[in-house]
């Protein structure tokens, strides 16, 4: 009940296309879902973070999609840049105050992303 | 800048060595966190601290070992116990183990172990 569920494993686009990854979870005490990028060598860093009670986030090129009812959410890269291979975390954290806060973030397994010119 | 330091950055170790990884944190978080990573893998937790002087055990604990004697620092024991130590280690805090933001991590750059 604990896990997050990523896809796919690993994702080519072309440049300007949109990259779509999707993530699913069944722990209903989840109320948090941040996305990471990590970039080759270097530790996973915040890309944009979504709370249930909306059904998207968009900062500039990239969009967080929300289902609550189906228990999935996805992210959504348009026009995407070489500049944006990396790989790609999803995650879930219960909300804050709730019986089960103190529980640590869980991660998807990560998409790889490439972008080809 | 407030942020997570990591060191060495790369480090190599003969089998056999115990090596210890230095993590500190000078954004006033109260958790401490330390993941590996293998090539082309996800996250796996090895330790986490949510307050001082306390510390528990994640996934993939068995030969590795930590202190949280101080809120800045927590430094990760590559113990001789450990099969294949060979990863990237991450470090990562949070503001608090509350619930939403407050679980947010905030990683580290990482410190490459490479057995010899």
């Known amino acids: 009940q604990q896990q997050v569920k990523q896809s796919p494993q690993s994702l080519i686009v072309q440049k300007g296309g949109i990259s779509i990854i999707n993530c699913a979870y069944e722990n209903t005490a989840f109320d948090y879902f941040p996305w990471y990028q990590q970039f080759p060598g270097k530790g996973p860093a915040l890309l944009i973070a979504?709370?249930?009670?909306?059904s998207e986030k968009k900062e500039g090129r990239f969009t967080i999609s929300f289902n609550k009812s189906a228990k999935q959410f996805s992210l959504h890269i348009m026009d995407s840049q070489p500049g944006d291979s990396a790989t790609y975390f999803c995650?879930?954290?219960?909300?804050?105050?709730?019986?089960?806060?103190?529980?640590?973030?869980?991660f998807g397994t990560g998409t790889r992303l490439t972008i080809i010119p | 800048d407030g942020g997570i330091t990591q060191s060495p950055k790369y480090l190599f170790r003969k089998e056999g060595q115990n090596v210890t990884l230095s993590c500190e944190q000078n954004l006033n978080h109260d958790a401490m966190y330390w993941y590996r990573q293998d090539p082309g893998q996800g996250l796996r937790l090895i330790y986490y601290?949510?307050?001082?002087?306390?510390?528990q055990k994640g996934d993939i604990a068995e030969g590795y070992s930590v202190s949280r004697e101080k809120k800045e620092s927590f430094p990760l024991t590559v113990t001789s116990a450990q099969k294949n130590p060979t990863a990237f280690y991450l470090c990562?805090?949070?503001?608090?183990?509350?619930?939403?933001?407050?679980?947010?991590?905030?990683f580290g750059a990482g410190s490459r172990l490479t057995v010899l």
């Open positions: 601290s949510q307050i001082v002087n306390d510390f």
């Open positions: 990562a805090s949070s503001i608090s183990p509350i619930g939403g933001e407050a679980n947010v991590l905030t």
């Open positions: 979504i709370r249930p009670d909306v």
């Open positions: 995650a879930a954290t219960p909300g804050f105050g709730d019986p089960f806060g103190n529980e640590k973030l869980t």
